[in-house]
């Protein structure tokens, strides 16, 4: 059963069409994470969801039921906000069963609710505070505490950790990972950070001028992204594109890289790879993706057994992150990023060879941006 | 203007001095009417001929604020401004509840409720605050005497009302756009409707701008004079117009001493209210047009 | 989107939605519709109904024998209206602009970190919270030649000091604005204040360190950045002007004769005492456009620096 169905869902404000007939389906207990970049739609696909935008066109259905004229209270759901909007006046225990109250559930009933919600989330000794007397991450907890208490078909939050400081959102990233896997509820989570989508999201939707560019699993996304948008957006440092030159034939297809000062580089693409688009772009331009770990360091002990093709370049800037370092050399038009391990041993101007793992490249059409290979 | 080094040179020094003494000399400008008032107002007659203006008084006494409560003329009538102070009570106090809930109401529905045309029609509102009263007054007398209210007091409270929501509207719909609008979307999620957002969430965080609209609808109300002149009969007037025909009787001897009792008596609740809450007034008034 | 799609969109809204949503739809322009009607009748129609009889020749009682403009014109060949309009340019201009200074001048000197600052500010403000006719009625009692101010100072032993401005035609009208200067400036030094404790700190510290002199800062980085400020003064001042009536009545009584009328009081005493309803709500309509004159520019530049900025 679907809990949540979005169908050519349309959004106009003014002349600005903000939501292009959206659609999407989500099962019941589905983590699902919208994310793209600020203005790109999420957040009014968030709002139409809720109720608290009227949609222009299409329909929304919540546990097969269309809600799409709704009010936000009539719908099942429940949400949390990026500002948490806690009810100043009210306490935390004021604040987590005003939902109920609303919905006329019985007071024992209601501090049934609250007190299994405060030991969910740890909050029990915070119970007859007021909003102003929390920190930015008890004021967080109390936020989804309102959303807990009570048990609609769908919860949704809106950027809910984008308030925190960095390591309380790693903290509260994971505590909503638990939850989740624990409740096993229905979420549809907004955010613009593709790390807490890549954690937290059985499915994310891509989202860019108010279309969905590409909904998937994590790993789809990541590693089969469906343009260059998606491929950049996913992942950091973000994924390098080089321009190449297509050449050879089927079976033998082959990319070539003009990069200034340095000899042409010819890489071959796998023949496991090919697809027949590519047949028709011999001779033309194409867009090569690497991520910054398809490149790793030459090992010269392994080389009889190493996959991937040799690549040396003078390398321009080395930026040890700790737990590996990140090395910008000239390939192709500009500069590209490589991750290696730790204990690379490289200077600003040194040579150094590279393998990379074609294996996993993907290749893009460089006047659609749509991918090729 | 804080943490600066200054140098404690001699020029400094007298530059502060400078500056304290004309602090003072301000001060000492705008306390001077009410202090003449005040002492004049417990001075017997025949001190105010012979003395000085600033004359403490050599034998003070309280029948001047006697006769200006009870028995001074103002007018045919010579029942002192006592029966008038009340009446000013009677009109400012409904006038300034209702225009403070209407105001309330209309700032919460015109921010957190938009709808297509609801800043025209904030717009539309606003402009009451801007007109000269002149410009209403003739039709004014003219409608109230449809209504059956002329000259009587439920009459002024609807003038009040009517060209005091305007402002009251414009108070609470600036402090209202400064309130996160999340809260009444996520209160709307938990089910409650217009009324039950406003009395639970809204008014509970609204004190500093009841304030604001209280003292200033209280003050504007208080302080009339043009209303209550063009629209109130001898038995309805508003203290502000009994004092100035208090002071504009000529019977026999000008008694200064019982025109500033009158003055005083008529200035008291907003002086009151001012000395008490004006703290909060200019806080309240800050914090809403910062934020709008 | 145009507005029939957008209209018949919210007629789809109200048919599908269940009874309670469709209510709480409607419910904020229910809320709203009262006070728009009354906006709109009290204000608006008021407005339209005085125009329409500054046409007529209604004397005593409203009369709607159309006349034209004649009123206008017989306004402008008043000698009275236009003393009165004299008067408020004079009052009016003097008003503004000393307020603006003092305000501005004691805000500045509060700023200065002074001990006392709560008490000073409390007594620079109060005037404002008095009635004009309590204001009108004090002043009326210092500026009595006879027993107030210049009484005084005689007898301090200067015989010769003259200060009789309420009894002088020539100079009843610069009472007023020293009686509404006392009572408004006080208001200005606040709004003042409040502008001068919103500037970033940031900024005055970096003209220090530039090297600039505290006067000099003030005029040159600190005065500049109170304009919104100025702008909102002027406003209020402005149309605190243009409404004066009970000071004057209250003061000089429009007095001597009529040398300190302004067009509040003409209006006033042409419309309820004189019955001259035409002519009152004629000149009603000439404030109302003086008025206009200030807000329509003050809204322009609003609007505009909102949507820059």
């Known amino acids: ?373 | 203007m804080d943490n600066v080094i200054r140098r404690r040179t001699p020029g400094a020094r007298m530059a502060r001095l400078a500056l304290h003494a004309m602090l003072l000399l301000a001060a000492l400008f705008y306390l001077l009417p009410l202090a003449v008032m005040l002492i004049t107002s417990i001075k017997p007659l025949d001190e105010i001929s012979a003395g000085s203006l600033l004359a403490l008084p050599q034998a003070p006494t309280l029948a001047p604020w006697a006769k200006a409560w009870g028995e001074a003329c103002t007018g045919m009538r010579c029942e002192g401004v006592g029966g008038y102070f009340w009446n000013s009570f009677a009109i400012v106090i409904p006038a300034v509840v209702i225009s403070t809930v209407v105001g309330a109401l209309n700032g919460y529905a015109l921010t957190k409720w938009r709808f297509r045309g609801s800043e025209l029609l904030f717009a539309l509102m606003l402009f009451g605050c801007f007109i000269p009263f002149q410009v209403v007054l003739l039709p004014m007398a003219q409608t109230l005497g449809w209504l059956g209210l002329s000259s009587s007091r439920a009459g002024l409270i609807l003038v009040h009302v009517i060209f005091g929501i305007a402002f009251t509207t414009l108070f609470f719909r600036n402090f209202y756009v400064a309130v996160p609008t999340e809260l009444v979307s996520a209160a709307k999620l938990d089910g409650a409707g217009f009324f039950r957002i406003f009395w639970r969430i809204l008014l509970p965080v609204s004190a500093p701008i009841i304030v604001v609209s209280v003292i200033w609808q209280f003050t504007q109300i208080w302080n009339d004079f043009l209303f209550g002149v063009a629209f109130s009969a001898h038995d309805t007037q508003p203290v502000t117009v009994a004092l100035n025909n208090l002071v504009n009787t000529s019977t026999g001897v000008r008694e200064y001493n019982v025109d500033m009792a009158a003055a005083m008596i008529a200035a008291l609740p907003t002086l009151v209210v001012y000395v008490l809450a004006g703290k909060y007034f200019v806080r309240g008034l800050t914090a809403g047009s910062v934020k709008g | 989107m145009t507005l029939s799609t957008s209209l018949r969109q919210d007629g789809q809204a109200a048919r599908r939605r269940s009874s309670s949503g469709r209510l709480q739809d409607r419910l904020p322009r229910l809320v709203l519709a009262p006070s728009v009607a009354i906006s709109l009748f009290f204000v608006y129609g008021f407005m339209l109904w005085t125009f329409i009889l500054s046409l007529t020749s209604s004397r005593m009682l409203p009369s709607y024998d159309f006349i034209g403009f004649a009123q206008y014109g017989r306004l402008m060949e008043n000698e009275r209206w236009w003393v009165a309009s004299t008067n408020l340019v004079i009052f009016g201009g003097l008003f503004v602009v000393i307020c603006l200074v003092l305000g501005a001048f004691l805000a500045i000197l509060l700023d200065q970190r002074i001990r006392r600052e709560g008490t000073l500010r409390t007594i620079y403000l109060y005037p404002m919270a008095l009635s004009f006719i309590v204001t009108g009625v004090v002043w009326k009692w210092l500026l009595n030649p006879g027993l107030g101010l210049q009484a005084m100072v005689r007898s301090w032993g200067f015989e010769s000091f003259t200060f009789d401005w309420l009894i002088d035609p020539d100079m009843a009208v610069y009472t007023l604005v020293i009686a509404a200067v006392w009572q408004a400036s006080g208001f200005v030094m606040a709004l003042f204040l409040a502008g001068l404790r919103g500037i970033d700190d940031s900024i005055i510290k970096a003209a220090q360190l530039d090297g600039g002199s505290l006067p000099r800062i003030y005029w040159r980085v600190v005065i500049p950045c109170l304009r919104p400020v100025m702008f909102s003064a002027v406003m209020i001042l402005a149309h605190i002007a243009i409404k004066s009536f009970d000071l004057v009545v209250a003061l000089t009584g429009g007095g001597p004769g009529y040398a300190s009328d302004l067009p509040a009081t003409f209006m006033y005493t042409h419309a309820f005492t004189r019955a001259q309803v035409g002519l009152g709500s004629a000149s009603a309509m000439l404030m109302l456009g003086g008025v206009l004159a200030i807000l329509i520019p003050y809204l322009y530049s609003e609007l505009r620096s909102r949507k820059h900025g």
């Open chain 1, 1 to 373: 059963m679907s809990a949540l169905e979005i169908h050519e869902v349309r959004k106009d404000f003014g002349n600005e069409r903000v939501l292009k007939d959206v659609s999407l389906a989500i099962e019941s207990g589905e983590f699902l994470i919208l994310v793209g970049p600020s203005g790109c739609g999420k957040s009014t696909l968030m709002n139409a969801i809720a109720g608290l935008e009227p949609v222009t066109d299409g329909q929304i259905r919540i546990a097969d039921r269309d809600v799409t004229w709704l009010t936000p209270a009539e719908r099942d759901i429940a949400m949390v906000f990026q500002s948490y909007a806690l009810y100043p006046s009210m306490t935390v225990r004021g604040n987590i069963s005003f939902g109920l109250e609303m919905r006329k559930v019985p007071r024992a009933e209601r501090e049934a609710a609250v007190e299994r919600v405060a030991d969910l989330l740890q909050i029990t000794s915070l119970l007859d505070r007021k909003p102003s007397q929390l920190s930015g991450g008890q004021r967080q907890r109390v936020a989804m505490g309102r959303a807990l208490a009570r048990e609609p078909a769908v919860y949704l939050f809106d950027e809910p950790l984008s308030n925190l400081d960095a390591k309380l959102r790693v903290d509260m990233r994971t505590e909503i990972k638990k939850l989740h896997q624990r409740l096993g509820t229905t979420i549809v989570y907004v955010t613009h950070d593709q790390i807490e989508a890549m954690t937290l999201a059985d499915r994310i939707a891509v989202m860019r001028d108010g279309h969905i560019l590409q909904l998937g699993t994590p790993d789809e996304v990541y590693n089969d992204p469906v343009d260059i948008f998606v491929a950049g957006f996913m992942g950091s440092p973000s994924m390098n594109f080089i321009t190449t030159t297509l050449e050879g034939r089927a079976g033998d297809y082959r990319l070539r890289v003009a990069t200034e000062g340095e000899e042409a580089l010819v890489l071959p693409w796998p023949a496991s790879r090919e697809t027949p688009a590519l047949a028709g772009r011999v001779g033309q331009p194409v867009i090569l993706g690497l991520r910054p770990e398809h490149f790793s360091e030459e090992d010269r002990r392994l080389t009889a057994q190493a996959e991937g093709t040799l690549l040396e370049a003078r390398v321009s800037v080395v930026e040890p992150t700790g737990a590996d370092i990140l090395l910008r050399l000239p390939l192709g038009e500009g500069e590209v990023t490589a991750r290696v391990g730790p204990k690379c041993r490289v200077a600003p101007g040194e040579r150094l060879s590279l393998r990379v793992d074609m294996g996993r490249a993907v290749l893009f059409d460089s006047e659609s941006q749509r991918r090729l290979a």
